[in-house]
């Protein structure tokens, strides 16, 4: 899931997904990339578990998972939870020093 989510085209195509679901070609169109580039980095989000697709007639519509996304959520939160505490800590320390 980390190396689909490692390639900056693939996050920007999860954003565009994020409203709603799309065709390949409102992809290609609101990315600005060729028809070929999405259809792969479709491919390696559909196989990372990160979306999926149904046909509509002649067209594939992709969407979300929200699902695989809540396991990665759940997998990063402790990771959040330790940057916060330190976060949280750097706060304090910085307004002890700004007091007389």
């Known amino acids: 899931m980390f190396d689909a989510l490692a390639e900056p085209t693939r996050r920007r195509i999860l954003d565009q997904l994020r409203d709603r679901p799309r065709t390949v070609g409102e992809l290609v169109t609101t990315l600005d990339v060729s028809q070929p580039s999405v259809s792969k980095h479709l491919r390696v989000l559909r196989d990372a ?52």
């Open 49 to 100: 578990g990160l979306v999926e697709a149904h046909k509509d007639a002649q067209r594939r519509v992709y969407e979300l998972r929200p699902e695989a996304l809540a396991e990665l959520l759940a997998w990063v939160e402790p990771y959040r939870r330790l940057w916060a505490s330190r976060l949280d800590a750097l706060e304090r320390h910085l307004d002890a020093k700004e007091r007389p």
